[in-house]
């Protein structure tokens, strides 16, 4: 068996999409925050499918992931619109 450099392998196990929205430091952060947090949830939604994670230990994990994406978009992200609710 061919032995796989690490780059090509850690490309394949987490690929990144690249950035096309408006450039800015802050924009760029918070991209590549928000496609962390999508490959972490895809592997902890894995362990769960598998039996590996119980349901409320992927909940949990999966909502602290979620808390830490929003602290990164005040963090980061200026509010445009004061006065209505987002999601996120």
Not at 5 to 22: H, I, K, Q, T, V
Not at 48 to 75: C, F, M, N, Q, V
């Amino acid at each position: 068996m061919e032995k796989i450099d690490r780059s090509a392998r850690e490309n394949f196990l987490y690929p990144r999409a690249g950035y096309y929205g408006m450039f800015t430091p802050e924009n760029l952060v918070f991209n590549a925050n928000l496609q962390e947090f999508s490959q972490k949830v895809a592997l902890i939604s894995s362990l769960h499918t598998g039996g590996k994670l119980s349901t409320p230990e992927a909940y949990e994990r999966i909502h602290d992931l979620w808390r830490g994406l929003k602290h990164s978009k005040k963090a980061l992200l200026p509010r445009k619109n004061e006065g209505t609710q987002e999601g996120i």
